[in-house]
């Protein structure tokens, strides 16, 4: 006997208190090996199976589509890990996978349901945490491949929220590339209809405000990748179009600004320069005119004057 089990009911349904080393196994098609049940549904710590050790629960699925540990809950969540150690970099739940094949992945989260609630997630991450440094969900690949990947076949393959007041829905940084379009599609789209928009007028003066921006060659610092770029100076852009650039708390440093809400200012500035030219344009061509009848005046009079000296 490799151990003398005590054996006794908790809020476990089964408890080891001196077990060494416990095995089950079994060939049964549907059977289970291990299988621990709890009926109370009232306390979060009533607990069918729990594992504790350099590893808490470990397991393994055999099958060419079976799972190393399923979890299935009547509440919401059929598999929960925690990591209490907090200068710890270890994870509450880890998934690895050493498939070479194409779709494998180390952990996977389905959805079932074919009309699943809104904002409803096959994987969700959630971060408690209030600094700026943290993310509910992330993403890292060692080769050329992708950190996060996402599919959809209507919907949005990818979406990013954020409800703070300078908050951001989607932050992307990289050495060539921060955001890289490769598909067939509208590389960028924002919202806009004439049936969402009201007040609407010309942007005023857009070509005296244009002047007073200029367009600039720089280094970044070491900070933002340190490498030559072009664009603007946003606190100078920031005094001119205030709603486009994003400051610090302190209000005067900015962190950033919308380019594309340069462009209506451009296209009214190039519609005030073309009114400039056509009216330029007209009031030439007016002159032009006013010189042609003076000169075929003076050439009645040169023409008359030649006739009446002949005359003579």
């Known amino acids: 006997m490799k151990a003398l089990l005590l054996i006794f009911i908790t809020s476990f349904s089964i408890y080891s208190s001196n077990a060494q080393h416990t095995e089950s196994t079994t060939d049964d098609v549907g059977k289970t090996a291990i299988f621990g049940e709890n009926t109370d549904a009232t306390s979060t710590a009533s607990i069918g199976v729990a594992g504790r050790g350099y590893t808490g629960v470990f397991g393994i699925g055999l099958g060419a589509s079976g799972a190393g540990v399923i979890g299935q809950s009547a509440g919401p969540i059929g598999v929960f890990g925690e990591q209490t150690m907090a200068n710890s970099l270890n994870p509450g739940v880890l998934g690895v996978t050493n498939s070479n094949r194409i779709g494998a992945s180390g952990v996977r989260g389905e959805i079932t349901n074919t009309s699943p609630g809104s904002l409803s997630a096959g994987v969700r991450g959630i971060n408690q945490g209030t600094g700026g440094v943290g993310s509910g969900v992330y993403g890292s690949h060692a080769g050329s491949g992708y950190g996060v990947y996402g599919t959809a076949v209507d919907g949005s393959g990818v ?45 005023p003066d857009a070509l005296t405000k244009v002047a007073q921006l200029r367009g600039v060659l720089f280094d970044w610092d070491e900070a933002h990748g340190g490498k030559p770029g072009m664009g603007f100076i946003a606190e100078e852009v920031g005094a001119v179009f205030p709603d486009i650039v994003q400051y610090e708390e302190n209000g005067v440093d900015a962190i950033g600004l919308d380019y594309s809400k340069i462009t209506p200012v451009l296209v009214e500035a190039i519609n ?41």
């Not at 924002?190 to 942007?203: E, L």
């Not at 006013?290 to 003076?298: D, R």
């Open 272 to 312: 005030g320069m073309r009114e400039e030219y056509l009216r330029l344009i007209e009031e030439q061509n007016r002159l032009i005119a006013q010189q042609k009848e003076m000169i075929t005046e003076l050439h009645v009079k040169l023409q008359k004057s030649k006739y009446e000296a002949a005359g003579k």
């Open 159 to 203: 979406i990013g929220l954020s409800f703070g007041s300078s908050g951001v829905g989607v932050t992307g940084g990289g050495t060539a590339f921060d955001f890289y379009a490769s598909g067939a599609g509208t590389d960028y789209g924002s919202a806009s209809s004439r049936r969402w928009k009201k007040n609407v007028i010309n942007i």
